[in-house]
């Protein structure tokens, strides 16, 4: 069978971190999957970011429905939560279980997330989740031992989009 991995991808920058950090040898396909996101706008910038990767890194990409209504009722009890709290705790565990039923559902081996490259994000709760997810629905779930930051010259050389904010509308104040 394939050494296939669904990427969940939250952003570009990230995913860049996640390429630059994996010495395994996989089939990666991509997996924009974030309700988080706000506004639209927003939404669409990053993923236009992560279409000129995967095309300059030849990865396929899948890009599920937009569904920011789950992520709002799922945590608005948390909305004055700060960020790195119960409301983000959430926020992984919505991303993560939509890309691991997704892989399952599709006969991936494996999935991740380049959120664990995310110098801002808790890695370890993400692994902590994730692995459980992956219990869960008896999938693996694959997660990288160093990160390794992708230069900002190389940022720049590739001149895409690199956000000011986390992603949801509780994040933008
Ligand atoms: S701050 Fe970031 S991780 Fe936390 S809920 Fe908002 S978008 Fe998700």
Redo the contacts with the bound molecule.
């Keep these: 069978m394939e050494n296939n991995l669904l990427l969940h991808t939250c952003c570009a920058i990230c995913l860049l971190n996640f390429l630059n950090s994996l010495k395994d040898n996989f089939k990666i396909i991509l997996f924009y999957y974030?309700p988080?996101?706000h506004p639209f706008q927003e939404y669409e910038k990053r993923l236009k970011a992560i279409e000129k990767i995967s095309r300059l890194k030849n990865l396929d990409l899948i890009i599920p429905l937009y569904t920011p209504i789950e992520?709002l009722n799922k945590?608005k009890e948390?909305r004055k939560?700060k960020?790195?709290?119960k409301?983000?705790e959430?926020?992984?565990q919505i991303r993560i279980e939509k890309t691991a039923q997704f892989a399952k559902e599709n006969n991936f081996l494996y999935f991740s997330t380049t959120?664990i490259t995310s110098p801002?994000?808790d890695k370890n709760l993400i692994d902590l989740l994730a692995n459980k997810i992956a219990k869960e629905k008896n999938i693996n779930y694959f997660t990288l031992k160093e990160i390794s930051f992708i230069k900002k010259e190389e940022i720049k050389k590739l001149d895409i989009y690199s956000q000011k904010?986390?992603?949801?509308?509780?994040?933008i104040y």
Excluded at 165 to 171: A, E, H, P, T
Aim: aromatic content about 20%.
């Design positions: 974030n988080n996101i992520f945590t948390y939560e960020e790195g709290g409301r983000c959430i926020c992984f959120l801002q994000k904010y986390c992603g949801c509308i509780y994040s």
